[in-house]
């Protein structure tokens, strides 16, 4: 249903376009029929037409203003204006306002039907236009949760890449490109050793999430990991702009007042810590370390900045080794990726360079653990017979090594090392794979093969063999078959005892000519023409 207002000084012209209406719309109420601006003004506030057709010349209020002050309040409705005088002054004037059509008394009855038809549709498509982008929204608000807890676990466990956070950064239309950790960790009354006390902080954790995500996005701009335990994880950007004590003032405000609505929840013991504002690119995840830092170092319950710990205090040892990090580190050296390994160590290196604090000696120990788990996964890849991987001695040459720079250089030659080496293995994999493809192919075109039928033959997913052959072939399998059975062709079409419908078949296609047509989009010839070609020459 939609819902109409007229507003008109001459109650004849009220009844006559109520009539109309009611006649020729069973679709539309007539919500109201005033006479004054002033009328119009309070009941489209109230009643909320869709359509309006209003008089410019009326007493007190006239209809441009009227439609002015509707619309500041209520912009969803469309309006017709009536006059009796063609003054160009108000029709323009309409017009800057958006109405949908000026009309000029007398208004016969077929104008005002064709009116109010054009004007339903338009109103039609923009309810429609709506639904869809509530749907969208309402989507996109399931999605966002989702999208924000990979962001914050890229941070977390250190597997970002520069390329994939500034693609988060642009679906959170996140500007500043700088940003700070903030880390909440909820701390149970009870002793962590006693029965059902993990159970019951994480039961309790979770009726508090839901409530501490609403709150601190009412507070500032951010983005909001998931519970993970006892600990929340948030990413607030922010623009230092040169003046680092004011971020952090302003990161305390928005941690306090945070904490201040929790503790209206029931008081619980919350820890609040806050790292160090960086650029989001690349020192993410020492913000994230440091917000830890602050809260273990916290002398009581809570918020603690990183840059309010006494120096004495930030450098005690007390975060556990990061295995989550190892982890990922043998990941991506089973995926070869280089620069991702790179990155990682470092992070691996920094913290043995923290907790031994720069004792050599100390850091070798942790490291030869690392180094024989990365060659080890070379090896499970296949790298043999390999001078590098034969000599025994590279621990020993790790434990010469006494200054902590030549030690970490040392160690990223060998991860560039065991990443080209696992690539290469890798790809002589892949080629050998798709030489098997091209072979099954080339003995196999004549039948009606299917990519399926090729990636059960080397025995990998459909998917993965169709990314593998783009790749090394440059075109996609179909393209490749059809190449194939027209190179047959040509050689079939040199030879007159064929006849072009036999060599139809002959290369695997059931339609002559859909051969042809296909013949004529590879070659740029029709089969006959291309025979007449050749023979001619």
């Known amino acids: 249903m939609y819902k109409l207002l007229i507003a008109d000084d001459e109650k004849i012209v009220l009844d006559s376009i109520k009539f109309i209406i009611e006649k020729n719309f069973e679709n539309i109420n007539v919500v109201a029929a005033v006479r004054s601006g002033r009328e119009a003004i309070e009941l489209a506030e109230t009643l909320r037409p869709d359509i309006i057709f ?21 912009s969803n409705a ?82 970002d890449d520069k390329i994939d956070i500034e693609s988060y950064m642009s679906i959170f239309e996140i500007t500043d490109d700088y940003g700070y950790i903030m880390t909440v960790e909820l701390k149970e009354h009870q002793e962590p050793t006693s029965k059902g006390a993990g159970i019951g902080l994480s039961i309790r954790s979770q009726e508090l999430y839901t409530y501490f995500r609403d709150t601190v996005k009412l507070c500032c701009k951010c983005i909001v990991g998931p519970l993970m335990l006892n600990r929340i994880v948030v990413f607030i950007p922010a623009n230092p702009k040169n003046d680092e004590y004011a971020t952090r003032v302003k990161a305390l405000n928005i941690a306090q007042n945070t904490l201040t609505k929790l503790s209206e929840k029931g008081n619980p013991n919350f820890y609040i810590g806050i790292g160090k504002c960086y650029k989001w690119a690349e020192n993410l995840s020492r913000s994230y370390e440091e917000s830890l830092r602050a809260i273990k170092l ?47 160590f470092n992070h691996l290196f920094e913290w043995l360079t923290s907790e031994y604090k720069g004792c050599v000696q100390k850091m070798k120990g942790k490291l030869a653990e690392i180094i024989v788990l990365m060659y080890r996964t070379a090896c499970d890849y296949g790298v043999k017979d390999d001078e590098v991987l034969k000599r025994q001695d590279y621990i020993i040459e790790m434990f010469g090594i006494n200054e902590a720079v030549l030690l970490k250089n040392w160690f990223k030659d060998r991860i560039e090392y065991i990443c080209r080496s696992i690539a290469n293995i890798k790809t002589a994999r892949v080629s050998g794979i798709i030489l098997d493809a091209k072979d099954y192919i080339d003995k196999n075109f004549t039948k009606d093969i299917t990519l399926e039928d090729i990636a059960r033959e080397v025995n990998i997913s459909p998917h993965y063999f169709s990314r593998l052959f783009k790749e090394e072939t440059g075109v996609n399998f179909i393209d490749y078959l059809t190449l194939t059975r027209m190179h047959r062709a040509k050689c079939f ?45």
């Open 54 to 74: 209003m008089d410019i010349k009326m007493p007190g209020i006239n209809g441009i203003e009227a439609i002015k002050e509707i619309k500041s309040r209520y």
């Open 298 to 344: 916290a002398e009581e319950i809570g918020v603690t900045h990183i840059m309010d710990i006494p120096l004495s205090l930030e450098n005690t040892s007390f975060l556990e080794y990061p295995h989550a990090k190892e982890k990922i580190l043998l990941e991506k050296i089973a995926l070869a990726d280089t620069i991702s390994c790179i990155q990682v």
């Open 493 to 537: 079409l040199e030879d007159e005892a064929f006849s072009i419908k036999e060599i139809c078949y002959k290369v695997g296609y059931g339609d002559p000519n859909y051969f042809s047509r296909a013949f004529k989009r590879v070659v740029g010839f029709s089969p006959t023409e291309y025979r007449e070609n050749i023979l001619n020459k």
């Open 78 to 159: 469309q309006f017709v204006v009536l006059t009796a005088y063609d003054q160009f002054d108000f029709a323009k004037e309409a017009v800057a306002l958006g109405v949908f059509e000026y009309l000029l008394k007398p208004v016969n009855r077929s104008k005002i039907i064709e009116t109010v038809g054009k004007m339903m549709e338009v109103i039609e498509e923009d309810r429609t236009k709506r639904k869809k982008e509530l749907k969208l929204l309402e989507r996109m608000e399931n999605v966002y949760p989702v999208l924000e807890s990979a962001f914050i676990h890229s941070i977390v466990f250190f597997n």
